[in-house]
């Protein structure tokens, strides 16, 4: 299997919006709900953020939201903090159980 | 809340086997699925494999020749090991549970494990 697709990097302005697309196929992202998104700050263990394409666990702000089309996942942060500058992973169920990550997308906050 | 602690050697010699255990605390492991993870220096995460309680186990294709997760119901605690390690198992490995949704929903903080002579 192969990891899912994302952009290196992304960026915005405090107060702005920005989306991580993450794509695969329709073996994994296309074919089930279960897209997961994490946000990981340096030296720190992942953490998550989004679960079943669009839920937010307690404690996670509503500026983050997800959604699918298709093959692509897409996560969009608005009202960008400072503290949202970190590395964001989508991962995704792949049948059989197995499981596959993306590549990562760096956020910067400008 | 459920906690994960990941221990074990730190240094591995290439060819060797990597040995790393997960302690559960907050929670029983008797319950959900229990997965590792690992991240090498400055690249992404991969998913290596996960077991259930019952002992049912799934391992990442790539892996899944060198690849064997346990559990110890009695400690509370779930088991990696990795044979035949080269430099490219070197990496900071997680343990995670598998919650609602299929998804990773608490992380150890994390093991750095480098393979070298």
């Not at chain 2, 343990?95 to 299929?102: D, E, I, N, P, T």
Request: proline share 5%; net charge neutral.
């Amino acid at each position: 299997q192969s990891a899912l697709t994302q952009a290196p990097s992304a960026s915005g302005s405090p107060g702005q919006s920005v989306t991580i697309s993450c794509t695969g196929t329709s073996s994994d992202v296309g074919g089930y709900n279960y897209v997961s998104w994490y946000q990981q700050h340096p030296g720190k263990a992942p953490k998550l953020m989004i679960y079943e394409v669009s839920k937010r666990p307690s404690g996670v702000p509503d500026r983050f939201s997800g959604s699918k089309s298709d093959n692509t996942a897409s996560l969009t942060v608005s009202g960008l903090q400072a503290e949202d500058e970190a590395d964001y992973y989508c991962s995704s169920y792949a049948g059989s159980n197995n499981y596959v990550f993306g590549t990562g997308t760096k956020v910067t906050v400008l | 809340q459920v906690q994960l602690h990941e221990s074990g050697p730190g240094l591995v010699k290439p060819s060797e086997t990597l040995s790393l255990t997960c302690t559960v605390s907050g929670g029983s492991i008797s319950s959900s699925y229990w997965s590792w993870i690992r991240q090498p220096p400055g690249k992404g995460l991969e998913w290596i494999g996960f077991i259930h309680y019952s002992g049912s186990a799934s391992y990442n294709p790539s892996l899944k020749s060198r690849v064997t997760i346990s559990e110890d119901t009695s400690k509370n605690q779930f088991s990696l090991k990795v044979n035949s390690v080269t430099a490219a198992d070197t990496a900071m490995y997680y343990c995670a549970r598998v919650g609602g949704g299929l998804a990773f929903d608490y992380w150890g903080q994390g093991t750095l494990v480098t393979v070298s002579s």
